[in-house]
């Protein structure tokens, strides 16, 4: 339910945010979500005033969009939470599921919900949507620990007011990024990626394929278990060189896409949750940034490879801005949106869940809702590694208009020999 509108105050907008208001994710599902069955005594007069509490705290919950450079600011908060009852637990996910699932719209005014349905006086079914130009993978998890720590506040009969909550302002971060692109911050970081695509393009090379993309991508998966003791091993590798073992793992994929394809240069593209400024951390919003990785050197030494994809990583990440926002900023090009059949990596990334302990006094199970996946990078090669799980496994999701499924296996295979090379020379 979308509230009443009060006063409310301009300002520019982040480069993430105009990346996305300018189409660059047009393909993505653009929802981030939860939904969890509450058992026990829930107090629904405290869960609106944590909710109220939270968006009050935040500016960026309150946040509207007016052009892809110009963002509003409301005083007030712009949700509230929905309260629906239902007659059995297939009902109450059906109405979850559609209130939760019904996409954002940007030219709109409000870009997240809050949805209790209860079943009965000990049971009810939670849910929390926003639209991921205000959240990424970090800011959730802040939002539902600051979310359940405010609601246990609430019961505990705290008056939980504006008053009494910080404010962390997204809106002061989009106007100082703004403020330093043209500054010496700025323009080093447009001189490292102007010499960045001069000597390496204007984006990583893609992997060859077999086939062309259609309308339809035909989605598969190889899933491959790996060796319990493989953590571990690529921790040693990951020390041994000083490096992480993010650059370890990516370094064994760049790798793998040399030896099966018999390219030297090639790449890669993987998330980087850090935030570009200081004072963000405790912050809600959109920071994540994808981060293009190069390997144009094959060495005999897995180790000499971490060390190579390490060291270039360190650069990209010290530099790293949304480069087709940044370069529209500067009238350059510094990334080319030709892309497809890609490659993207990622290290141990969970589906972030709302917990089994979300609410005092409550137990959260939560709920799989399927949603609408949308095209995104339907025509690349998304690798996720899980080397943290009990099962350690590594994923592969491929179009199979585009890639042989004997390909993708055959990458697997050669990742995951490199890092038990890597791991068994540290």
Not at 23 to 39: I, K, P, R, S, Y
Not at 217 to 244: C, H, I, K, M, W
Not at 289 to 301: I, Q
Not at 377 to 396: E, G, K, T, Y
Request: glycine share 8%; net charge negative.
């Amino acid at each position: 339910m979308i509230m009443g509108r009060a006063a409310a105050t301009p300002g520019p907008t982040s480069l993430v945010e105009e990346a996305r208001l300018t189409g660059e994710f047009d393909g993505w599902h653009n929802l981030v979500f939860c939904a969890v069955w509450l058992t026990g005594g829930l107090d629904l007069p405290a869960v609106r005033d944590a909710w109220r509490a939270l968006c009050l705290r935040h500016d960026v919950m309150r946040r509207a969009y007016a052009s892809p450079d110009d963002a509003w600011t409301y005083d007030d908060v712009l949700s509230d939470v929905e309260f629906h009852t239902a007659d059995t637990d297939t009902e109450a996910i059906e109405v979850m599921h559609r209130i939760l699932g019904t996409p954002f719209r940007l030219d709109a005014v409000g870009l997240s919900r809050i949805v209790v349905v209860r079943r009965d006086d000990r049971r009810h079914l939670f849910g929390i949507a926003l639209d991921h130009i205000i959240t990424d993978h970090s800011s959730w998890g802040l939002l539902v620990k600051e979310f359940g720590e405010l609601y246990a506040r609430a019961v505990a009969g705290e008056a939980i007011t504006s008053d009494s909550v910080r404010d962390k302002s997204y809106q002061n971060y989009a106007t100082l990024l703004r403020h330093e692109l043209t500054t010496q911050w700025g323009y080093q970081r447009k001189a490292f990626w102007l010499s960045y695509t001069e000597a390496h393009g204007l984006y990583p090379p893609l992997f060859p394929s077999v086939g062309e993309p259609s309308a339809e991508p035909s989605l598969n998966f190889v899933e491959q278990p790996l060796p319990a003791d493989l953590s571990v091993r690529v921790g040693n590798a990951a020390r041994y060189v000083r490096a992480t073992s993010s650059a370890v793992v990516n370094a064994s994929v760049l790798a793998a896409l040399q030896e099966v394809s018999g390219a030297t240069d090639v790449g890669l593209d993987t998330v980087h949750h850090g935030r570009l400024m200081p004072g963000t951390s405790a912050m809600l919003g959109q920071f994540a940034l994808g981060a293009p990785l190069r390997l144009r050197n094959r060495r005999s030494d897995p180790l000499e490879t971490v060390r190579e994809v390490f060291t270039h990583g360190l650069d990209v990440f010290e530099h790293l801005l949304p480069l087709q926002a940044a370069g529209r900023y500067w009238n350059e090009e510094l990334v080319s949106m030709s892309r497809g059949c890609d490659v993207h990596v990622t290290l141990n990334q969970k589906v972030e869940t709302m917990g089994t302990s979300l609410l005092a006094g409550t137990r959260a199970e939560f709920v799989p809702l399927e949603m609408p996946v949308g095209t995104f990078m339907s025509d690349s090669l998304i690798f996720a590694w899980r080397l943290d799980d009990s099962a350690p496994h590594v994923s592969v999701r491929y179009d199979e208009n585009m890639f042989s499924r004997d390909t993708v296996a055959a990458l697997v295979r050669s990742a995951e020999g490199f890092l038990q090379a890597a791991g068994s020379g540290a």
